[in-house]
T-cell receptor
């Protein structure tokens, strides 16, 4: 299956920007998602991007996609304490339906 | 509008017992998925249902695991003769369709602990 990699931890000061990175191996990955998981909860869909796009912005969230390098990033502007969570990158091929997930990045926001 | 609903939210049972986990998808969603989240394995696909088509069971880890979806809506995941390695969070998701990148929306999961 698809390999999806993320760094495991990120610590950021409140009010700063956070950048979470993800790399994947399958160049046919067509749909790329970011999910957020808070303690004891399921996965909340944050945003997603299609492979024919380079960037997508949604309020404080900006997704950047570099298809050549198979690199996806999620930028959170003005990071708040409520942004502390685990963030999962997930990818899907054109005719696929099984999401391949990264291991998740634990984001800790410090005052 | 209601999201994906799973029950029970937590389940503790003894090794060797059978357990049933339930998932109510978002109304109108034809595709339903089960995933498992465990410390050692991360998030793994288990099974997928789409409309009246035969389910994709390729992710089920053993024949102790089975799932059904009645009336194209509610799904039940059954684990027979539970083992300690079955301890995990079982997540259900649904989407409007299975193809075209329709986002999968997840429930809060069932936390299963096998003693």
């Amino acid at each position: 299956g698809e390999d999806v990699e993320q760094s495991l931890f990120l610590s950021v000061r409140e009010g700063d920007s956070s950048v979470i990175n993800c790399t994947y191996t399958d160049s046919s990955s067509t749909y790329l998602y970011w999910y957020k998981q808070e303690p004891g909860a399921g996965l909340q869909l944050l945003t997603y991007i299609f492979s024919n796009m380079d960037m997508k912005q949604d309020q404080r969230l900006t997704v950047l996609l570099n298809k050549k390098d198979k690199h996806l990033s999620l930028r959170i502007a003005d990071t708040q304490t409520g942004d502390s969570a685990i963030y999962f990158c997930a990818v899907l091929g054109l005719n696929d339906y099984k999401l391949s997930f990264g291991a998740g990045t634990t984001v800790t926001v410090r005052a | 509008g209601a999201g994906v609903s799973q029950s029970p939210s937590n389940k503790v049972t003894e090794k060797g017992k059978d357990v049933e986990l339930r998932c109510d998808p978002i109304s109108g969603h034809t595709a339903l998925y089960w995933y498992r989240q465990s410390l050692g394995q991360g998030l793994e696909f288990l099974i997928y249902f789409q409309g009246n088509s035969a389910p994709d069971k390729s992710g089920l880890p053993s024949d102790r695991f089975s799932a059904e979806r009645t009336g194209g809506s509610v799904s039940t995941l059954t684990i027979q003769r539970t083992q300690q390695e079955d301890s995990a969070v079982y997540l259900c998701a649904s989407s409007l369709g299975a193809k075209g990148g329709q986002p999968q929306h997840f429930g809060d999961g069932t936390r299963l602990s096998i003693l």
